[in-house]
C-alpha cells in the first residue's frame, strides 16, 4: 500500500491547477501529493478549446507558462435572430486544443516536481473516518484527504454519494473549413438565432496540426428541453453550406455549477466540472485553473490545522472570483432561458456595458464595482421599459 497526504483523481486543468497551487503555497504537501489520470497523454479531450485569458494569466502568476498552438482573440460575437453583437476587447482569450493543452500543463507539474501517473483509471475509492483508501488496477493508496477532478462522469462523485445534479447539457461539435457567413478569425461567435433551441450553435476559430479550421458545434441544455443538439447542428452547418455527414461529430457532456448543491464532504472535495461550471455558455477551461487556485491555499491550510471536514469549501468559493461569477452566470442562465426570454433578447442590444464588463471579466480584466453597477442597472431600465411596452 503506498501512502500520501492527498490524492486527486484527474489529470486535467482543473487537477493539474489544483496540484500546481497547492505546490505554490505548500510544497511539502505537494510532495505528498498524487495526481491520476485516467488515460495516457497526450489524451483527446472534446472541447470546442475557448479559454479566457483570465485561464492564462493564473498560470503565469505561478510561473506557468504553456507552448502550445493557439488562436489569439480580440472579441465576442453574440448572434440573435435579428443581429449580431461584438465587443472587442484585444487579447480576451485564445482557442486552444486540449489534447495540447492539458498533456502540456501535465508535463509543466511533473516538471516541478509534482507526482503525475497518466494511464491510472480509480476503481474504487473508500472514505473512513480518519483516512481514504482509493484503488487503480495495479495498486491502493492511502491519503488523509482526495479530491475529485474527474469531470461530468468521474467515480469520486459516484463513489462518495453525492447527489445527481439536475443542471446538465449535451454537446455536439466537429471541425469544418471556413464559410463566407464567418466572422473574422479574432472573434469566437455564440449564436442564439435557433429559437426552439434551449442552448446555442457557435463557431471557433481553432487550429488542427497546422491547418486553420473552424470548430463548430450545438449546446443544448437538457434540463429546459431534452432535444438532441445533432439534428440543430446539422440544420446550422447547411445554413453554411456545409453537410455535417463529410465531418466527424464529437459529443459530450457537461454538468453546471448548482447553487447550493454539496461540492465537498468530509476527507472528499470537488473542483473543475465535477463541482459544476458555468450552465449559461458551457465555458468551462479557465474556470477549472480557477477552482485550482482557490483549492490551494484551502486545501494548504486545512492540512495544516488538520480540518478535513472540507464544511466551509461552497462558502469558501463563494467568497473568490470563481463562486461569485458563476453565480452571476446562473442568474443569466435563468433570466434568458425561461419564459423573459423574447424580452431578454430585444434589449440585449441595448446593454453595450454589460457586454463590455463579461467579456473584460473572460479576459481576466479587473471589473469595477462602477462599471458592474452600471451594467445591471442598464439592463434593469431596458427590461422594466420592455415589460411595460408588452403589458
Known amino acids: 500500500m503506498i501512502e500520501k497526504e492527498l490524492v486527486i483523481v ?131 493508496i492511502r491519503a488523509k484527504a482526495i479530491v475529485g477532478a474527474d469531470g461530468v462522469g468521474g467515480i469520486v462523485r459516484r463513489a462518495t454519494g453525492f447527489a445527481r445534479h439536475e443542471l446538465r447539457a449535451q454537446v455536439c461539435e466537429l471541425d469544418t473549413e471556413g464559410s ?48 438532441p443538439p445533432r439534428p440543430r447542428l446539422a440544420t446550422y452547418l447547411a445554413q453554411r453550406g456545409l ?5 466527424k461529430v464529437k459529443q459530450y457532456a457537461e454538468r453546471g455549477f448548482e447553487p447550493g448543491a454539496a461540492i465537498a464532504q468530509p476527507r472528499v472535495l470537488l473542483v473543475g466540472e465535477a463541482a459544476g461550471i458555468d450552465i449559461a455558455t458551457g465555458e468551462g477551461i479557465a474556470q477549472a485553473i480557477e477552482y485550482g487556485v482557490t483549492a490551494g491555499p484551502y486545501l494548504a491550510r486545512a492540512f495544516e490545522r488538520d480540518d478535513l471536514g472540507f464544511k466551509n469549501w461552497r462558502s469558501y468559493v463563494a467568497r473568490h472570483h470563481i463562486g461569485w461569477q458563476m453565480w452571476i452566470r446562473h442568474l443569466c442562465y435563468r433570466w434568458f432561458y425561461g419564459d423573459r426570454r423574447d424580452t431578454v433578447e430585444r434589449i440585449m442590444p441595448k446593454l453595450p456595458q454589460l457586454f463590455r464588463v463579461g467579456v473584460e471579466d473572460f479576459a481576466g480584466r479587473p471589473i469595477s464595482k462602477l462599471a458592474l453597477a452600471h451594467g445591471a442597472g442598464q439592463f434593469l431600465a431596458a427590461f422594466i421599459h420592455e415589460r411595460a411596452r408588452d403589458s
Open 243 to 247: 453537410d455535417i455527414a463529410r465531418y
Open 180 to 227: 463566407p457567413l464567418d466572422l473574422p478569425r479574432d472573434t469566437v461567435v455564440f449564436d442564439f438565432a435557433m429559437r426552439d433551441l434551449a442552448g446555442y450553435a457557435w463557431d471557433f476559430p481553432t487550429q488542427v496540426a497546422g491547418e486553420p479550421l473552424m470548430c463548430r458545434g450545438a449546446y443544448a441544455i437538457h434540463t429546459l428541453a431534452h432535444d
Open 10 to 140: 484527474g489529470g486535467g486543468p482543473a487537477g493539474l491547477s489544483t496540484a500546481l497551487h497547492v505546490q505554490a503555497v505548500a510544497p511539502k504537501l505537494a510532495a505528498r501529493t498524487v495526481v491520476l489520470e485516467a488515460e495516457r497523454y497526450p489524451r483527446e479531450k472534446i472541447c470546442a478549446g475557448g479559454l479566457g485569458m483570465r485561464g492564462l494569466a493564473a498560470l503565469e502568476k505561478i510561473g506557468v507558462t504553456l507552448d502550445v498552438p493557439m488562436v489569439p482573440l480580440d472579441a465576442v460575437g453574440v448572434r440573435l435572430a435579428t443581429e449580431t453583437i461584438v465587443t472587442r476587447v484585444p487579447g480576451c482569450g485564445v482557442v486552444i486544443r486540449r489534447v495540447e493543452f492539458d498533456h502540456a500543463l501535465a508535463k509543466a507539474a511533473i516538471a516541478r516536481g509534482i507526482d503525475v501517473r497518466d494511464g491510472t483509471p480509480v476503481t474504487a475509492i473508500e472514505i473512513h473516518d480518519d483516512h481514504v483508501l482509493v484503488t487503480t488496477a495495479t495498486e491502493t
